[in-house]
């Protein structure tokens, strides 16, 4: 049974720092798209970040570059997401994903989800 499970989410302030980790189990993920989402209240899914662990390739949203940077241990099937310098707009609950497919932007190309892991940005 595939399993993503996120932890690391919490209240910090603004301009303070966050580790998330996605923790993957079931089968081998060395072959896929590993990334994140985010949903903020009353706001669809957005695309984050992803990694490709076969490439060691990565990808971002303009709105965290620089401030945010995706990584994983392919060892431990486990994937990071180190946030710094966060902002109130970073409120959100973050997603873990995995896609056999590409790196994309929208959830549909991704096959499995996490359950989420709230972060909450004060100012």
């Known amino acids: 049974q595939v399993q993503l499970v996120e932890s690391g989410g919490g209240l910090v302030q603004a301009g303070g720092s966050l580790r998330l980790s996605c923790a993957a189990s079931g089968r081998s993920f060395s072959t896929y798209i590993m990334a994140w989402f985010r949903q903020a209240p009353g706001k669809e899914r957005e695309f984050v970040a992803a990694?490709?662990?076969?490439?060691?390739?990565?990808y971002y949203v303009d709105s965290v570059k620089g401030r945010f940077t995706i990584s994983g241990d392919n060892v431990e099937n486990t994937v990071f997401l180190q946030m710094n310098s966060l902002k109130p707009e970073d409120t959100a609950v973050y997603y873990c994903a995995a896609s056999r497919r590409s790196v994309g932007v929208t959830s549909l190309l991704y096959d499995y989800w996490g359950q989420g892991t709230r972060v909450t940005v004060s100012s």
């Open positions: 990694i490709s662990w076969s490439g060691g390739n990565t």
